[in-house]
């Protein structure tokens, strides 16, 4: 296909719209790198401080609690990124209904979509079961038990 044909497929206004949803996705996923960044870093200063004084387990078990929330938190962003994306390709495949208007589209980004309960707890367990969050902190969590089971 011809790239000026590409080009003239939408609208200066569809093109804004397609760049706040690559905004806001590209934001979901650095939020998601600053909560391993985050896990990173307070775990390495928590086990370094505390090293020289004998790591108390209950130290060890704040931190298995801070691993989970901040898993947690990071599935709630990769769901939110996937729900993103949905959304962008549905509106790129022209999926979008004809009764929103482009106004509709830039205050909502269409997040309001009528889907079932179902679904969308599908979609979570999806972001819960993935490979980019449970390796990464069901590591740390491993190696905090056996810090935890060695002490």
Known sequence: M??????????????????LLQDVINRMAGNSANCKTWLLTIVAAVITFTATKDLPKVVLLMLMGIDVLFYLLDVFYLY?????????????????PNKITMEDLLYSFGVKEEVSCCEKVSNYFKAVISFSTWPFYGGILVILLVFYYCL
């Open 80 to 96: 939110l990124e996937r729900k993103f994306r949905l959304i962008e390709r549905k509106f790129v495949a022209g999926q979008t």
């Open 2 to 19: 011809d790239n000026n044909t590409d080009k003239n497929k939408f609208s200066e206004e569809q093109r804004h719209y397609i760049e």
